[in-house]
Every structure is written in C-alpha cells, then in structure tokens.
C-alpha cells in the first residue's frame, strides 16, 4: 500500500521538481517547452540515436524513487518518424533489481532474469493507416498517449516475481512527455468528474483522471478521438502479450461506442506462448480455508 505521501497519485515531475534538476538529471538535447493544444510544459526529448539523449528520475543511479503504486502512468507522444526507448528500474520484495524497457526499436521480445524487452509498436490516428503487429518509426500522425503499466503484473507475469516499488525511469529520445504519475487507482482518461458523478460510475471502478494530468477534450470531441489509451497487461488476456500497443477504441466496455470495431489483438510469440502454465499457477484462486469459529 502506497505511503500517504503517495496516495491516490503522486505527480511524479510535479514532486520531484523536474524542472529545477537537482533531483533529475538531463543529457543531450532535452527542453521544457510550452504546448499550447495541452495549455502546459513538455518535455521534448530527441537525439540521432535514443541513447543519445534523455530524462532521468533520480538523479543519481545510487538513489531510488521508492513509488509503491501499482500503476505507472505515462503521458507521451513518440516523435513522428523517429524511433524512441524508455527505462524502467523497479524493485522486487527480495531487493533484486529488475529492468523493463520498450522501444520502437525491439523487433520482439527479449527477456532474462533481470531484463524485460518489449516492442512498443505505434499506432497511427488514422486507424486504417495503423500497422498493426509491425515495430517501426512512429507514423506521422502518431498521437499523444496515455500509457498505463500494471508493474506488479508484468513482474508476476514474465518473471514470477513480487513487486516492491519503483527505482528509477530513463525516458530517451525521441519523445514528448507531458507527465509522469504513479497510483493503485486505474483512472478513465474518457470521463469527466461530473460524468463520473451523474452516472455513479464510482460503484463501477471508473476513477476519473486527475485534471493536472489530464489531455484537454475541447467541447464537442470525445478523448478517444483525439487520443490513444493502451493499458499493459492488457485486461482479460489470458496470456501475456509480447509487445505494447493499442488494442481497444476505448478501456473500459461501458463507455464504448456501439457498432465500434475492435483491433485483433497481437500474435503471441513461442516464450510467451511457453509461460502458459506459469502463468496459470499464479493467476489461479488460492483455496481459502473455512472461518474459524469458537466451539459450542
């Protein structure tokens, strides 16, 4: 459970001051720039190759970030035409250190006792333009993201390891990033806190985005058309994908658009394939056994 300090959310470049860089460190060609169509800072984070470039969260690789929340959020958007790469440093309960990166540049994945490698595979805001299943350069019309990984499941997952907290994040180039956050709530980018309230979809598990980490929706559109939402593992599969990308129009199934066509969802490679027992073992109920109760 997250310290109070932690809870619901904690706004990561908001409470690590990215900006000052005293508690993160910077190298290569990284600016804070105004977006005007989000009305906030970003990070523009670009080089002739990713690791040439890049944000790092602490400062110092000796120091860790010590965040609890199951999920990590990232706001970003893979510059057009370029290829991108992100670190994640995350601790296991037996303090072993564990590295899960993905990048447009892995053709498949990659996994050892102490790295994860995932494809990252950009989708296109033109659906049909979008090529599924294909790591690359980001289209041109690549659009911002707002990426949730569940870190305690990729662990459980891939590795059968418990999760303990987040280390440290090295964002490389080619990147906008807007925010970084980390919580045990599973917000709903596509609703609005009055939404929320008038439909009571608390009761339901649909937690709204907090507005500093929010994409602005202009009156008349919808989130999900102007943004993409991918969530990793993604909910419901039985089997662990083997690659990030954009599966379904929208996360949750109550605010979907009737008649709106679901994407295939990704071929699964031989070693994630072989993970299916493993899988099973700890997905599986656990037997509970009966009360106990003070003899008659």
């Avoid at 333009?129 to 990729?154: F, K, N, Q, Y």
Wanted: with cysteine; hydrophobic share 40%; aromatic share 10%.
């Amino acid at each position: 459970v997250p310290a109070a300090w932690q809870r619901p959310y904690l706004n990561i470049f908001k409470h690590f001051r990215v900006e000052e860089w005293k508690r993160s460190a910077k190298e290569g060609d990284v600016a804070a720039l105004t977006d005007t169509r989000l009305k906030g800072t970003i990070y523009r984070i670009r080089g002739s190759n990713p690791a040439s470039s890049y944000l790092q969260l602490p400062r110092a690789g000796t120091q860790s970030l010590g965040l609890t929340g199951r999920y990590l959020y990232l706001l970003f958007r893979p510059l057009p035409h370029k290829h991108f790469l992100v670190h994640l440093d995350v601790t296991t309960e037996d303090k072993q250190v564990i590295r899960i990166s993905f990048s447009s540049l892995f053709r498949e994945f990659k996994s050892t006792a102490t790295w994860l490698q995932f494809p990252f595979i950009c989708g296109a805001a033109n659906e049909g333009m979008a090529r599924r299943g294909a790591p690359g350069a980001a289209p041109a019309d690549v659009r911002w993201t707002c990426l949730v990984l569940d870190l305690p499941s990729i662990l459980a997952l891939y590795l059968s390891r418990r999760y303990s907290h987040l280390r440290g994040v090295k964002l490389c180039s080619n990147l906008l990033v807007k925010n970084l956050c980390t919580s045990d709530l599973l917000f709903e980018p596509g609703v609005t806190f009055s939404e929320a309230r008038l439909s009571d979809l608390s009761c339901r598990g649909v937690v709204p985005m907090p507005r500093e980490l929010a994409f602005p929706v202009p009156k008349g559109e919808k989130w999900h058309d102007l943004y993409d939402y991918i969530r990793f593992p993604s909910e419901g599969a039985k089997l662990p994908h083997d690659s990030i990308q954009k599966s379904f129009p929208a996360p949750v199934a109550v605010l979907e658009e009737p008649g709106r066509p679901l994407t295939q969802p990704v071929t699964l490679s031989r070693a994630v394939c072989d993970r299916l027992s493993l899988v099973q073992q700890i997905t599986s109920p656990k037997a509970v056994s009966a009360p106990w109760r003070r003899p008659q």
